[in-house]
């Protein structure tokens, strides 16, 4: 007999726990699959580890920047196992609460994999069976794997957080966020970095501030080259040789991290015994409501084909629970104006459109506000190096489209500007607003 619920939820991550949790405090009885560990990919090899590894970065930059302070102490190296344990004393401990608040909550926790036998019934690898009204789907995604001779001879991004030193010389693959992130981290911590971009880095961002982002990589010691076609990976000797159809053979390096990319992990839920729609790239597909093509299945986060950020996974899951259980029929996320932030060195920030998108939608009825200054921090020392602002703007009001900003601090400065820009965030708002001085973000209502 399959033992019933008011909802199953697959997968553990930030998306399957807040839809869990938020279910049972309305009351639901609620069964949660996850075969491994709580917290999903954000919290295990994703972005807790990795805030973690930027902050000991920013640590290592500011030790160099205290010298031009004046202080007289030398800059040391990490010690990357001490660290490598503390991180993972935090990551532990996130995972303890998880449990203990599906516990506190009454969810019922089962360690296994789970896989549609019917619409309404899910078999778990443990050989029971559950059946439920409602089953949300949000078993996340995990890093695309190329067809090429050596691929298993480099890292994903999941192995960055196993490694037990830092690499002296890598080679990593790939333009977007990982790319990115791990490029210019590992940089400050002291590799030499070689960026293998297919294109562009960071096609979802502002093109003017890409390319100052690009121009500080640069300027940091990190070797980029444009028009990478990935053959494979070799090994010469004790290191690791990059094969390019464009540049080659480029090494030895001592690693080569694949960022490349990730793809849903829907491929393991027998998603056809219950009719369940994906796409070519195995998203499952799902309306504005988190709705899939069959009723009483719900898909939030990675899986789905929609913004990949934890944030977004854990406000979809939120939401689809509180129609569900809450007596909250309108109930779900608004995907407009969604903050993010790539934490580089320095760190870009966006909400809203790019420069590009606003105008395409909106031609000349576009204005575009820009500020470049050296923070205050950088410019004590001596250090130029600039931060770039741009408000996007439309209309006779000046209706605020976007806000992008990379610069020291625009991680946390661009979360205000976002509630903002949720209530309709006109530019005379800005203007009205008096400054906190001397800080970066006075400049964002500053421009004139």
């Not at 606003?358 to 250090?383: C, I, K, M, N």
């Not at 190096?385 to 006779?396: N, Q, R």
């Amino acid at each position: 007999m399959a033992e019933s619920f008011d909802l199953i939820v697959l997968g553990g991550g930030s998306g399957g726990l807040a839809a869990a949790l938020r279910a049972a405090r309305h009351g639901a009885r609620v069964a949660l699959l996850e075969p491994h560990a709580l917290g999903g990919t954000c919290v295990n090899v994703g972005c807790v580890p990795k805030k973690a590894l930027w902050f000991a970065a920013q640590l290592a930059q500011g030790q160099r920047l205290a010298l031009d302070y004046g202080f007289a102490s030398q800059p040391g190296a990490l010690d990357w196992e001490y660290f490598r344990q503390l991180r993972q004393n935090y990551i532990d401990g996130i995972r303890q609460r998880y449990a203990a608040r599906l516990r506190d909550a009454g969810v019922q926790l089962y360690p296994e994999m789970g896989r549609f036998v019917a619409a309404d019934r899910v078999a778990t690898s443990g050989g029971g069976e559950l059946r439920a009204a409602h089953t949300v789907i949000a078993t996340g995604g995990r890093p695309r794997r190329l067809d090429v001779p050596g691929f298993e001879l480099g890292l994903v991004s999941d192995d960055i957080f196993a490694l037990r030193s830092l690499p002296r010389r890598i080679a990593i693959v790939g333009g977007g966020y990982i790319a990115v992130e791990f490029a210019g981290l590992l940089r400050a911590l002291g590799s030499e970095v070689t960026l293998f971009v297919r294109q562009r880095l960071l096609p979802g961002f502002d093109v003017e501030l890409v390319d100052a982002l690009e121009e500080r990589m640069r300027a940091e010691g990190i070797e980029i080259v444009s028009g990478a076609r990935a053959l494979g990976l070799r090994r010469e000797g004790e290191g690791t040789v990059f094969d390019d159809a464009t540049h080659g053979s480029v090494g030895p390096f001592d690693a080569v991290l694949w960022a490349v990319g990730r793809i849903p992990n829907s491929d393991r839920l027998d998603l056809e015994a219950a009719g369940v729609a994906r796409s070519a790239q195995g998203d499952i597909l799902t309306d504005e409501w988190q709705a899939t093509n069959v009723p009483g299945i719900y898909a939030v986060g990675d899986v789905t084909a929609r913004v990949e950020l934890t944030p977004v996974a854990v406000a979809a899951g939120r939401r689809l629970a509180d129609r569900l259980f809450g007596r909250q029929p309108d109930s779900r996320l608004d995907y407009d104006n969604i903050p993010s932030v790539v934490f580089a060195e320095p760190p870009l920030a966006r909400v809203g459109l790019t420069e590009a998108e606003a105008r395409e939608r909106h031609g000349d009825g576009v204005r575009v506000y820009r500020s470049r200054f050296t923070p205050l921090q950088w410019a004590v020392a001596g250090v130029g190096t600039k931060t770039l602002m741009k408000l996007i703007c439309v209309g006779e009001d000046e209706r605020v489209l976007g806000i992008h900003v990379l610069g020291p601090g625009a991680e946390e400065m661009l979360q205000g500007f976002a509630v903002a820009m949720k209530m309709g965030l006109r530019k005379r708002d800005l203007d009205d607003t008096v400054a906190i001085h001397p800080s970066s973000s006075e400049e964002l209502v500053l421009m004139s």
